[in-house]
C-alpha cells in the first residue's frame, strides 16, 4: 500500500521492488498448494482470504481450535487418559486401538510420555482376568525397556491362548 493524496491505493505491480515481487510469488505458490489440497467444502472457508497466511490461520483455527479450546481438549484427554480402562468383552487388539487413539491425540496437544508410563498404563487398564499375566509381565520385564508394540503383541499372544482354552472347554463341555 501507498499513499495517495486521498488517503490509501494500492500499489501496482509495476511499482513493486524485486522482493515485493519474489514474496508475492511466494505467497501466490502457497495458496495455490493450500487450494489444491482441500475439498471443496473446506475450500469456501478459506477462498475470501488475501493471503497465504491468512488462508494457513483460518484453517488451523477450525481444524485445531483456538488456544482456549486445545486446552480444553488436552484437559478432557488427560481426564479420559486417566480414567481409561478396558470394556468388559473388549479385545486386546480394540483396546490397542483406543489406547492409541487416545495416546496420539494428547502427544499431538503436547504431552510427552516414557515407554515405561505407556506399559504401566496398559496394565493398570486391563481387567481383573489378566491379573496373572500382568503379574507375570511385571516380574519378568523391565518395563522401560519393553516396547508398547512388544508388550501388546505378549498381550494378543496370551488371549489367543486364553480362546484356544475356551474352546477346549467348550468342546469337553459338549462331548459329555
Known amino acids: 500500500m501507498t499513499k495517495d493524496g486521498d488517503g490509501k491505493r494500492e500499489k501496482h505491480w509495476s511499482e513493486w521492488s524485486d522482493d515485493e515481487k519474489k514474496r508475492a510469488q511466494y505467497d501466490y505458490r502457497a495458496k495455490n498448494i493450500i487450494t489444491s489440497a482441500l475439498f471443496i467444502d473446506k475450500f469456501f472457508r478459506i477462498s475470501q482470504c488475501k493471503s497465504s497466511k491468512e488462508m ?15 486446552k480444553y481438549r488436552k484437559h478432557n484427554l488427560i481426564r479420559e487418559h486417566e480414567l481409561l480402562r478396558m470394556n468388559h468383552g473388549e479385545s486386546i487388539s480394540d483396546f490397542q486401538k483406543r489406547f492409541t487413539h487416545l495416546i496420539n491425540h494428547l502427544v499431538d496437544l503436547g504431552r510427552k510420555f516414557e515407554e515405561e508410563e505407556l506399559n504401566l498404563k496398559v496394565l493398570q487398564c486391563l481387567d481383573r482376568s489378566w491379573k496373572e499375566k500382568v503379574t507375570a509381565i511385571e516380574e519378568s520385564k523391565d518395563l522401560t525397556s519393553l516396547t508398547l508394540a512388544t ?24 462331548g459329555k
Not at 151 to 174: A, C, M, R, V
Request: charged fraction near 40%; proline fraction near 0%.
Open 56 to 70: 494457513w490461520d483460518t484453517l488451523q483455527v477450525t481444524h485445531e481450535g483456538t488456544s482456549d479450546v486445545k
Open 151 to 174: 508388550l501388546f503383541g505378549k498381550l494378543k499372544e496370551h488371549e489367543q491362548k486364553l480362546h484356544i482354552f475356551e474352546e477346549n472347554e467348550q468342546q469337553d463341555k459338549k
